[in-house]
């Protein structure tokens, strides 16, 4: 058996607006969440973010659109995914990106991965997701952006 890498990328994807990309798990059902994934042997984490964002979404970004927010979160698995990965493995690393998108972005989800799609405010979205870490990158994108001296949205 391949164990998945304990090292994963969190992509919050929002319009200018700051409206966030919802996506909700196949499995566990009630599960939203943004774009997530573990890295693949050779990738960087901005190429993994990049991958998902067309995996999960149909987005094809542009790397110098995606933002990097230097920003490293580390968590314990949870238990229904802990199979995943090798059996001394308890927490994951995850890099924290973002990417803005026009209104009207079109979302085409990976069917195997999630069967649902919302765009949601910013407080809503914070408030629907099941990850700490998610919820806190989604409250912290208004200032993140004012902040970093980063592509601001709009």
């Known amino acids: 058996m391949t164990y ?11 319009t200018a607006a700051f409206d966030i990309l919802l996506l909700e798990r196949v499995a566990p059902p009630g599960f939203w969440q943004s774009v997530t994934g573990s890295l693949e042997a050779g990738e960087t984490p901005a190429e993994t973010a990049l991958r998902e964002l067309r995996e999960e979404t149909g987005i094809s970004a542009r790397p110098e659109h995606l933002v990097d927010w230097h920003h490293c979160n580390r968590f314990v698995i ?17 890099h924290v990106f973002s990417l803005c998108v026009p209104d009207g972005q079109v979302v085409t989800l990976a069917p195997d991965e999630h069967d649902a799609v919302l765009w949601l405010p910013q407080e809503a979205a914070a408030a629907k997701v099941f990850s700490w870490t998610n919820r806190d990158a989604i409250l912290q994108l208004r200032e993140y952006y004012r902040g970093s001296g980063d592509r601001t949205p709009g």
């Open 4 to 14: 998945k890498r304990p090292v994963s990328v969190l992509v919050v994807v929002h």
């Open 78 to 94: 949870r238990d229904e995914w802990r199979h995943r990965y090798a059996p001394d493995v308890s927490h994951n690393t995850e």
